[in-house]
Nanobody, 125 residues
Framework: QVQLVESGGGLVQAGGSLRLSCAASGRTFISYAMGWFRQAPGKEREFVAAIRWSVGSTYYADSVKGRFTISRDNAKNTVYLQMNSLKPEDTAVYYC??????????????????WGQGTQVTVSS
């Protein structure tokens, strides 16, 4: 059973940090891009960051560039999202997802075919 399980969400004050984890299982993701998306109440799901599992290259949304870092641990089959300098507008449910690697960075939800259940991140002002 292919599965992505997120953890690490919580409540943090503005300026603080959190690290999200996404444990992947059920198949090899070597030919995939692993992405993080977020969805705030009443808003569409938006792209945050992605990493190409095979080579570790990364891609970020402008809104998080310089504050968030995506990484992966091959031995643990886990993808991380380190979030620093958090702002109230970062409050959302954060989802981990996997997309077969094509010719460009996938940054739309429909490009991803495996999703986790999400983890809540709340940043207080």
């Amino acid at each position: 059973q292919v599965q992505l399980v997120e953890s690490g969400g919580g409540l943090v004050q503005a300026g603080g940090s959190l690290r999200l984890s996404c444990a992947a299982s059920g198949r090899t993701f070597i030919s995939y891009a692993m992405g993080w998306f977020r969805q705030a109440p009443g808003k569409e799901r938006e792209f945050v960051a992605a990493i190409r599992w095979s080579v570790g290259s990364t891609y970020y949304a402008d809104s998080v560039k310089g504050r968030f870092t995506i990484s992966r641990d091959n031995a643990k089959n886990t993808v991380y999202l380190q979030m620093n300098s958090l702002k109230p507008e970062d409050t959302a449910v954060y989802y981990c997802a996997a997309a077969p690697w094509g010719s460009r960075w996938p940054n739309e939800p429909h490009e991803y075919n495996i999703w986790g259940q999400g983890t809540q991140v709340t940043v207080s002002s």
